[in-house]
């Protein structure tokens, strides 16, 4: 299994423009989500997914977009990007909504000028 | 008001030594889980340790172990016999059940094992 994977590892963007960050996961879970983690923040939930279709927000989705037409997958747009988008993002899933175990993946580094 | 506190932003430990990382917590759901990752410099997220809000046990994993006193809403995380490798941030996490599982996560704790 690779676990969850992230792409890209590194991105700039120029303010404005917009972007695709994807998730997948091979382990069948349910759950997926998206966080941003910056300095002294620890780590922000952007927006979560309990499963196929159904998507919710979570503490910081301004600016950010998700869908989940499979399991597999769970991709977050930038519409327009921003400086203060300026973070790293991790994209995590478990199993089913109590899943104990969070797993992350390798997480994209981004940075908008 | 914060979900998640943690109040030390950074901890030296000599190596071999044991160290405690403080986390509160804050939330009126009765079902709950609370959790604890490392971040190394690499930048992954590992998973240590979870405990659920009606364990009767504290968790342990290995040299991990999650003192938990529901009563104060503390998680705090035990590390026994420090190894250099244990130099990393911590972050303390609440899922709550039964408002959409969202994950909160604490600000972290920055450790250092001194050899």
């Known amino acids: 299994n690779a676990g969850v994977t992230q792409t890209p590892k590194f991105q700039v963007l120029k303010t404005g423009q917009s972007m695709t960050l994807q998730c997948a996961q091979d382990?069948?879970?349910?759950?997926m989500s998206w966080y941003r983690q910056d300095p002294g923040m620890g780590l922000r939930l952007i927006h979560y997914?309990?499963?196929?279709?159904?998507?919710d927000q979570g503490e910081v989705p301004n600016g950010y977009n998700v869908s989940r037409s499979t399991t597999e997958d769970f991709p977050l747009r930038l519409l327009s990007a921003a400086p203060s988008q300026t973070s790293v993002y991790f994209c995590?899933?478990?199993?089913?909504?109590?899943?104990?175990?969070?797993?992350f993946g390798p997480g994209t580094r981004l940075t908008v000028l | 008001a914060q979900k998640i506190t943690q109040t030390q932003p950074g901890m030296f430990v000599q190596e071999k030594e044991a160290v405690t990382l403080d986390c509160t917590y804050d939330t009126s759901d009765p079902s709950y889980g609370l959790f604890w990752y490392k971040q190394p410099s690499s930048g992954e997220m590992i998973f240590l340790i979870y405990?659920?809000?009606?364990?009767?046990q504290n968790a342990t994993e290995g040299r991990y172990s999650l003192n938990f006193q529901k009563a104060r809403k503390s998680a705090n995380l035990v590390i026994s016999a420090s190894q250099l490798g244990d130099s990393a941030m911590y972050f303390c996490a609440m899922r709550e059940i039964s408002t959409g599982n969202q994950f909160y996560f604490g600000t972290g704790t920055s450790l250092t094992v001194i050899p």
């Open positions: 997914s309990v499963g196929a279709g159904i998507t």
């Open positions: 405990q659920g809000s009606y364990d009767q």
């Open positions: 382990m069948n879970h349910e759950y």
């Open positions: 995590a899933s478990s199993y089913g909504p109590t899943g104990l175990e969070q797993f």
